[in-house]
């Protein structure tokens, strides 16, 4: 049994929670605003909020439906744009798209206006996000995007007048949600639920799995851990850095401590995905994709991070993260393993950390070759170092060799062009719908050289640091 409230409407149903989020609401319960377009993630126009309670507030994140198994959604409430419009006018999302001629044909409106209601909800000073930034996972085929842009912006003017995020008596008052949703926090208290099923494929939240699988999904029993919060966290102790499995790219995007350590943490991690996949996408579920170009796989191989798998019986092990992977879509995890965690020594204040990564677009797009480093140097000599890089090879490639020659090796330009002819040595990219081969070793190059050339300006430039 799933029980969820559905915008103001408690939901009970013994349905498959394997089927998809967007077919139950629009088959199901008949609310059609919600549409059905790429049925990937990538179009936005089955987006729809999802809240719970967290550390006793409720917390709203925009998803994709099309790709979300209906069981995800037991014990929180999900918003359709249905729910959105329970007031008695336009809402100031909806509004604000009618004032600017911010809609065409209307397909993608729905997902917009959703999108948009989300950012009033959550606005606060430390997501640090435009609400330009919440609509970056709806696309919209007429418009251009410049009026839709100016709604956005409106929307972000009115709720300067607001008393702050997640304010529901405020933002109900002023027209940015319907009235109901400051009984959902202890409405979802009063929820009775059940124990979710274990048997079935393991699915978090379904990101990958849903692209390429949602008609079996549907079909058969699901083992869904989402729900599981002892596997969603981020934690510090004896200098190192525990993330839960099921920790999504967007806490680890805003989580304090981890920008303090990784100081442009927000700019790398603003290329992985758009905003409703990077608040479903989790770690466990990125890495067991075994992707050779996964941006979070390759992000944590270079800073030198160990998992912790756990057996179905309780039992634990702990595997270097850089010895994972083992052949295309193949890695070291056995029957009825989970992944359990990722932890990483936190860098030494003198280290440095950089993550680059080229794709067709520059956001939203799966990329062609991407790359990460840590490195660490005392005086000009490199002390310690950690490199990836994701499209050169079957999997995605720790950067042994590479690592091997530059350790003790003085930072000067000829010791990089050096360790770069390494580094062609060592991988093996093959021509794909991505590039050629040839293109991805110029992209491996470059991604090389742009490391040393964002982290040490006074050292390396684009003209010392090329072919000779």
Same mark, same amino acid.
């Given at each position: ?170 933002? #109900? ?5 319907? @009235?109901? &949703?400051?009984?959902?926090? =202890?409405?979802?208290?009063? $929820?009775?639920?059940? *124990? ?93 994709? #075994? ?5 979070? @796989?390759? &992000?944590?191989?270079?800073? =030198?991070?160990?998992?912790? $798998?756990?057996?179905? *019986? ?155």
């Amino acid at each position: 049994m799933v029980k969820f409230i559905l915008n103001n409407e408690l939901v009970q149903t013994k349905l498959n929670p394997g089927m998809t989020l967007l077919d139950f609401i629009r088959e199901q319960k008949q609310l059609k605003g919600t549409k059905i377009g790429c049925r990937e993630g990538d179009c936005g126009a089955c987006t729809v909020l999802v809240g719970e309670e967290n550390q006793g507030r409720m917390r709203y994140e925009s998803i994709t439906s099309c790709i979300s198994p209906l069981g995800n959604a037991n014990g929180k409430h999900i918003v359709t744009i249905e729910g959105v419009n329970l007031i008695d006018t336009l809402n100031v999302a909806q509004q604000a798209m009618a004032d600017y001629f911010a809609t065409q044909c209307g397909f993608c409106t729905p997902g917009f206006v959703v999108s948009m209601t989300g950012y009033a909800i959550n606005k606060n000073k430390t997501r640090q996000s435009t609400c330009n930034d919440a609509i970056s996972g709806n696309i919209c085929r007429c418009t251009g995007y410049k009026s839709i842009e100016k709604a956005g912006l409106e929307l972000e003017k009115q709720l300067m007048d607001t008393q702050g995020s997640e304010d529901f008596e405020d933002l #109900a008052e002023k027209g940015f949600i319907p @009235t109901y &949703f400051k009984e959902i926090q =202890n409405r979802l208290k009063e $929820l009775t639920l059940l *124990k979710p099923s274990t048997n079935g494929a393991v699915v978090a939240n379904g990101t990958d799995l849903y692209v390429h699988h949602a008609d079996r999904l549907t079909e058969e029993a699901v083992h869904l851990i989402a729900a599981d919060r002892s596997m969603r966290h981020i934690s510090f102790s004896d200098n190192r850095c525990t993330l839960g499995s099921n920790t999504t790219v967007t806490d680890i995007l805003e989580h304090r401590r981890l920008q303090e350590i990784i100081p442009n943490l927000r700019q790398h991690l603003k290329l992985v995905s758009s905003e409703p996949i990077r608040n479903m996408g989790t770690l466990g579920g990125n890495f067991v994709n #075994a992707s050779p170009i996964g941006d979070m @796989t390759i &992000f944590f191989l270079a800073l =030198n991070s160990t998992l912790t $798998l756990q057996h179905k *019986k309780g039992g634990k092990r702990a595997v270097a993260f850089n010895e994972f992977y083992q052949d295309y879509k193949k890695f070291d995890l056995k029957a009825d393993e989970l992944v359990l965690e990722l932890s990483f020594p936190v860098p030494s204040p003198k280290a440095q950390f950089n993550f680059e990564k080229v794709s067709k677009r520059t956001h939203l797009d799966i990329a062609s070759v991407n790359s990460a480093i840590l490195i660490e140097v005392e005086g000009d000599s490199i002390q310690e170092v950690h490199a990836s890089m994701g499209g050169v090879a079957p999997i995605p490639k720790y950067l042994y060799k590479t690592v091997e020659f530059l350790k003790g090796k003085t930072l000067d330009p000829i010791n990089i062009l050096k360790a770069e002819q390494v580094l062609q040595k060592e991988i093996s990219p093959i021509s794909d719908v991505r590039g050629s081969e040839q293109y991805k070793r110029l992209l491996g190059r470059q991604l090389f050289f742009a490391h040393f050339i964002k982290l040490f300006p006074s050292h390396f430039s684009l003209k010392n640091l090329s072919a000779p």
